[in-house]
T-cell receptor
Framework: QKEVEQDPGPLSVPEGAIVSLNCTYS??????FMWYRQYSRKGPELLMY????GNKEDGRFTAQVDKSSKYISLFIRDSQPSDSATYLC???????????????FGTGTQLKVEL | NAGVTQTPKFQVLKTGQSMTLQCAQD?????MYWYRQDPGMGLRLIYY???????DKGEVPNGYNVSRLNKREFSLRLESAAPSQTSVYFC???????????FGQGTRLTVV
């Protein structure tokens, strides 16, 4: 079983829809949670970064972390065709818990926002 | 704003050939990473350097070597390329351990 599970999609939604992207994880040591967006044939770019549990909002994007359920989500409001990309979740443990120095990535969810 | 720069962008190698992938960052980051990305596998860590002068193995280090040349540069070497190393390689950097990483644009490597 992978440490981080993410539905690969593809997920297709109409323009203006609210999109929900999710990851589950098994390592309770994870404390830092990130969402990356990757356009085709490009490198991943950081979208959201959160520490521990709770919500974080940035424009049309909201990241949620539920550590009790080991579940994180990214919501995109008023989705646009330019949001069409692959979304990768990533997470890591803190040094205090001996988690090491690396990010563990999900495999990514491909999103297509249609006109 | 260059950020993380990788060279080359594309490369085709024959089995058994060697090559070095170059990476440089201009953000004064301490930590640097090499990942490979394969369909259905996500991003997998090959090697990382937590700080200048240190390197450590990641999840899939076999067949690779790295050099942290200075704070800015972190290279990845394939000594004897194999078809299984056909992949997209990404270099990344971060301010410190377990903080957000910033990625380069990738190197598409094909080994025939």
């Amino acid at each position: 079983q992978k440490e981080v599970e993410q539905d690969p999609g593809p997920l297709s939604v109409p323009e203006g829809a609210i999109v929900s992207l999710n990851c589950t994880y098994s390592n309770s040591a994870f404390q830092y949670f990130m969402w990356y967006r990757q356009y085709s044939r490009k490198g991943p770019e950081l979208l959201m970064y959160t520490y521990s549990s709770g919500n974080k909002e940035d424009g049309r994007f909201t990241a949620q972390v539920d550590k009790s359920s080991k579940y994180i989500s990214l919501f995109i409001r008023d989705s646009q065709p330019s949001d069409s990309a692959t979304y990768l979740c990533a997470m890591s443990a803190t040094p205090l818990t001996g988690g090491g120095n690396k990010l563990t990535f999900g495999t990514g969810t491909q999103l297509k926002v249609e006109l | 704003n260059a950020g993380v720069t990788q060279t080359p962008k594309f490369q085709v190698l024959k089995t058994g050939q060697s090559m070095t992938l170059q990476c440089a960052q201009d953000m004064n980051h301490n930590s640097m990473y090499w990942y490979r990305q394969d369909p259905g596998m996500g991003l997998r860590l090959i090697y990382y350097s937590a700080s200048e002068g240190t390197t450590d193995k990641g999840e899939v280090p076999n067949g690779y070597n790295v050099s942290r040349l200075n704070k800015r540069e972190f290279s990845l070497r394939l000594e004897s390329a194999a078809p299984s190393q056909t992949s997209v390689y990404f270099c990344a950097s971060s301010i410190g351990r377990n903080t957000e990483a910033f990625f380069g644009q990738g190197t598409r490597l094909t080994v025939v």
